[in-house]
């Protein structure tokens, strides 16, 4: 109460209102310096459809601030004080539609409102009856957190999360935040552009907020601010990366708000490998289980390109390792085109260029315009290869049949496995070399045999997996084979006898 003196001064026309103007610019002068306007504010980046005063001052250099007022809403537990008034005083249950049965002036909608803003409303609403209401508006126990996440999630969907630690007003109260909301939707694929991450919030009973949040922060610098708490009704929209980072990838499936890191991927391969499909990857996991699944023991690697390679029989002679491609389907319906070359990860050891797969990838092994032979020779002992290849082996040598060779063995290599021409009787000249293809046809062509020359396409090529060499008969052997076939059954006749007169 201002006192009768100060009273009688303010009344004066003149004095009274040049000292109230002054007192005015004091206070707009204190709450600009302040920052704090006294209306809800939208700082840079954010969509404000209440046309509220931008605050230019923001609470904080790494995020745009956000609205944190818990607004009231169906399921709040809330005890309504009516001071001096005791029989007027009760806890309510918000109703679905918000709207609370009071003692004396009935039914008043709460939906929306703040804790404080309800008070003023009831009080407002009371002063009819009362004179001077005295109003507090307690929270209870609030309501679960319900939130809708969409974008480049695992499981986009609508949520419930719950509080934790204390109630009501307590400050102990814990209210879940973004991460916990995309831990529950099975975190971020490996799609998502995590630096551009929007959090839409309600304000009011009509208006709307979104913010921009960059939660590669929390990778980097683990800067927890950019892990807001929620209230209910946000939306978090996880976007589609527009470019593909191989390095930053790899950080992103070691989050804790990233995909499963032990749940295996369904992906498929085709091109250069020795057994193109759908495979099973899991982490840690080698080759070794039935065709299509992975198998061996259980490790700490990760579900890479270079395992689902491995599961697929390796690459083949034929591979372009510096051109692999992989396509990732993204919530948007489109597609990621990834581009990795292996030669740099065998010859600088950048890892990165291993890309760590997720569900529904697939992997491109295309196929080499030129093989440079030594470096197919460098290929054929990386992990990449499979440790063998079958060739088979008919004909004029001395050990016909399959034999199992190093990947990228050439033709005289794998006639020695062998055990070489069979001298008296192999044509040395030119062997036929018959091939399965990818698409199920067979060639056959001759191979006119040179091996001075080294490794080349024409004269002693690099095999493949499943070729079939057939070396022929030399003419002298023909010939000879053709009289024997002929005599033979004169031999036949003469072996018959010999056993009659032997027999006596």
């Known amino acids: 109460m201002l006192n009768t003196g100060l009273l009688k001064f303010l009344t004066q026309p003149i004095l009274g209102v040049a000292l109230l103007t002054a007192f005015n610019a004091v206070v707009s002068s204190a709450s600009l310096a302040q920052g704090q306007p006294g209306f809800p504010s939208t700082q840079p980046g954010f969509t404000n459809t209440q046309n509220f005063p931008q605050n230019t001052q923001p609470t904080s250099p790494d995020i745009q601030a956000v609205d944190t007022n818990y607004l009231l809403g169906g399921g709040d537990l809330i005890r309504v004080n009516v001071f001096e008034v005791p029989e007027y005083t009760g806890e309510y249950q918000v109703p679905p539609g918000g709207a ?19 008070a003023d409303e009831i009080a407002r609403r009371y ?4 004179k001077r209401p005295l109003i507090s508006v307690n929270l209870l126990s609030p309501r679960p957190i319900n939130v809708l996440v969409a974008g480049e999630v695992t499981r986009p969907g609508s949520y419930t999360l719950s509080l934790s630690g204390g109630a009501g007003n307590n400050p102990g109260v814990q209210y879940p935040t973004v991460l916990a909301a995309l831990t529950t939707a099975e975190g971020v694929t490996l799609a998502a552009d995590v630096t551009q991450v929007k959090l839409r919030r309600k304000i009011g009973r009509s208006g709307e907020q979104t913010v921009t949040l960059n939660l590669k922060d929390i990778i980097q610098t683990g800067n927890g601010a950019q892990d807001l708490t929620l209230r209910d009704g946000d939306t978090i929209i996880v976007p589609t990366a527009t470019t593909f980072n191989v390095a930053e990838a790899r950080n992103l499936f070691a989050a804790n708000f990233a995909a499963s ?32 699944q992975a198998g061996g023991a259980a490790g700490t690697g990760l579900p890479t390109v ?46 990165n260029q291993d890309v760590v797969l997720q569900d529904g990838d697939t992997i491109i092994v295309p196929t080499a315009t030129e093989i440079n032979p030594a470096e197919a020779t460098q290929l054929a002992s990386t992990t990449l290869s499979p440790s063998t290849i079958q060739v088979g082996v008919v004909g004029e040598v001395k050990k016909p049949g399959a034999v199992d060779v190093r990947p990228n063995s050439s033709l005289n290599q794998v006639i020695l496995a062998a055990g070489g021409f069979n001298d008296s009787r192999a044509r040395t000249t030119t062997v036929d070399l018959i091939r399965l293809n990818p698409n199920g046809s067979v060639t056959k062509r001759q191979v006119k045999v040179d091996f001075s020359q080294g490794i080349n396409e024409q004269t002693n090529p690099i095999l493949r997996n499943n070729d079939v060499v057939v070396v022929n008969r030399s003419k002298i052997a023909q010939a000879g084979d053709a009289v024997g076939t002929f005599f033979n059954p004169i031999g036949t006749v003469f072996g018959i006898i010999r056993s009659i007169f032997t027999g006596f």
């Not at 049965?101 to 929306?112: D, E, K, M, T, Y």
């Not at 991927?265 to 020795?274: K, L, P, Q, S, W």
């Not at 510096?322 to 890892?351: A, C, H, M, Y």
């Open 100 to 118: 609370i049965n009071l003692p004396l002036i009935g039914s008043v909608p709460v939906l929306g409102l703040t804790t404080e803003q309800a």
């Open 127 to 130: 002063s009819r009856f009362l």
């Open 306 to 351: 270079s395992r689902a390679i491995q599961l697929a029989g390796g690459i083949t002679s034929q591979a372009d390792i510096r051109n692999l491609k992989l396509r990732r389907p993204t919530r948007t319906g489109t597609e990621q085109t990834v581009d990795i070359n292996f030669w740099q990860l065998l010859q600088s050891g950048d890892v």
């Open 261 to 292: 890191q032990t749940t295996p991927r369904t992906v498929a391969i085709i091109g250069e490998v020795n057994r193109p499909g759908s495979y099973l990857v899991s982490p840690g996991t080698t080759p070794g289980g039935q065709e299509g």
